[in-house]
């Protein structure tokens, strides 16, 4: 049975993201729908990606399958076609894997030691647990 896609569903098979696609692909979750000059200005001042390679970085999330166009005009508008938290999930799930064998628990105290969580943020974990 193969795997399912659309904006709901992640398939297994789907090429990892480097550092900036996963940047351009979260502006896409945020904008929804967006044009390259759309993203161009989204991107944080700091961040000086030229128009020619976010369009590349486009073109490439669509080839992995992480994003679809429309037309409009002579614009394409990109929007996400998977799940933002279907890639959250893969992605952490992967990190996991590969850096702590599975085990959340060595990742949340790494956190917890070196200030990246607040003491609110630990009071939410308890009651999560």
């Known amino acids: 049975m193969g795997a399912e896609v659309g904006p709901f569903y992640m398939p297994i098979s789907m090429p990892p993201l480097s550092p900036t696609e996963t940047e351009v692909l979260r502006q896409i979750w945020q904008l929804e729908r967006a044009s390259v000059q759309d993203v161009c200005e989204s991107l944080p001042a700091r961040r000086k990606i030229s128009y020619a390679t976010v369009q590349t970085l ?72």
């Open 58 to 129: 486009l073109r490439r999330l669509e080839k992995k399958g992480y994003l679809q166009h429309d037309v409009r005009g002579n614009a394409h508008i990109f929007y996400a076609a998977v799940q933002k938290e279907a890639v959250i999930k893969r992605t952490v799930s992967d990190f996991l894997d590969r850096l702590f064998g599975g085990n959340p628990l060595p990742l949340v105290q790494h956190l917890a030691r070196h200030g990246k969580l607040s003491r609110e943020d630990i009071e939410k974990l308890k009651d999560l647990v």
